[in-house]
């Protein structure tokens, strides 16, 4: 399996230690999960591709409600925009190169967007190996719904496509901006009133009828425009310190791709310090889940809880050891 992060590991020495076989071990469950993708209802030779009756109410509960069983955190429906779908496949997994270019036609018009917690222990070490070790887990679980919430769809008779670390159709954070799930921050990443950017994301697309939800507003903006720790921190200054302005017809900060896949590449992990420094990363504890309500309610806290992050955390906070099964040497 080709990796996109230049030599894993490379941060730590040694680089080729147990982290990136654990690493490794994680993001093979994607690669046998990955085919198919796409579940038609006449695969499934229980069920004979005969559709079940349920009204768009009851298929939305049901759905989230086996979204939620899975292990999904958050889980949001969103009508699915033209714009978030991907034009061409650029993604190869697997040596496919045949299908390199190959244009992506996508006619479901619904989108399950779910969310999946990152442990803030293993985040705390980025940008070392442990972080990555965490990226990989919960990739392989996002995988693992994904695929589970697409068959369960297909039982139902209808169809349904899973899209995770080994196959993507659409754009999963404005998806999940649209399903409800969060807003976008200034680092980039979707960020939820529960978790921060702390989450991995998944999505399943499907004709099956359901009720979608609408965005949200929990202060983000106001919030990032306020607090830069992200941008502060960030060693391949690949986040903008300026106001969010257009891209492509979207008001936002636009992060520079570039640069940031370049530090992967050089560090051989993806990175997380922007994950590891936001304030909104916090654990849920009473006091910071108390935060955050406040920080969703109220302008004044979201000016207020910046600061009391430097003084609580520091500016640059340092990375935490790991525990001591996930350690990465010098």
């Given amino acids: 399996m080709g990796m996109p992060m230049g030599l894993p590991g490379a941060i730590d020495r040694p680089h080729e230690g147990p982290n990136v076989a654990a690493l490794f071990a994680s993001l093979s469950i994607p690669h046998h999960l990955g085919s198919p993708h796409a579940v038609q209802p006449e695969a499934i030779p229980y069920f004979g591709g005969k559709r079940m009756s349920l009204s768009p109410e009851e298929a939305t509960e049901r759905v989230k409600g086996f979204a939620l069983h899975l292990g999904a955190d958050l889980v949001g429906i969103a009508e699915i925009n033209p714009l978030w779908v991907y034009s061409t496949r ?20 619904y ?30 679980k996002v995988a693992f719904v ?19 670390f080994q196959h993507y159709d659409v754009l999963l954070v404005p998806m999940a901006v649209d399903a409800g799930l969060g807003e976008v921050g200034r680092l980039g ?12 994301l ?30 502060d921190g960030c060693p391949s200054k690949s986040i ?24 992967w590449a050089r560090i051989g992990t993806d990175c997380c310090l922007c994950m590891r420094v936001c304030p909104w990363s916090h654990p849920g504890t009473p006091p910071h889940r108390l935060i955050a309500e406040l920080v969703v309610r109220n302008q004044v806290a979201r000016r207020i809880f910046s600061s009391m992050d430097d003084l609580f955390y520091g500016k640059k906070p340092k990375p935490a050891s790991p525990p001591k099964w996930a350690s990465y040497g010098e």
């Avoid at 989108?111 to 980025?126: C, G, K, L, P, Q």
């Avoid at 979707?190 to 702390?198: D, S, Y």
């Avoid at 891209?247 to 520079?256: A, D, K």
Wanted: proline fraction near 6%.
């Fill in 90 to 109: 650029g993604h190869i997994m697997d040596d496919n190169w045949e299908r390199w270019g190959s244009e992506i036609e996508l006619s479901h018009p």
């Fill in 111 to 140: 989108a399950i967007a779910f969310a999946m917690e990152m442990s803030r222990d293993m985040v705390w070490t980025a940008p070392h190996t442990a972080s990555v070790v965490e990226s990989g887990l919960v990739y392989a």
């Fill in 146 to 164: 994904a695929t589970e919430l697409a068959s369960f769809i297909a039982n139902l008779g209808y169809s349904a496509t899973a899209n995770h």
């Fill in 189 to 200: 990443l979707l960020m939820t009133e529960e978790f921060g950017p702390r989450v991995r």
């Fill in 202 to 231: 998944g999505c399943v697309t499907t004709d099956l009828p359901l009720i979608p939800d609408g965005p949200v507003d929990i202060g983000v903006e106001d919030f990032c425009r306020v607090c830069k720790k992200c941008a």
């Fill in 240 to 263: 903008p310190l300026d106001a969010p302005r257009e891209v492509n017809g979207t008001f936002r900060w636009r992060l520079n791709a570039e640069t940031c896949f370049e530090y």
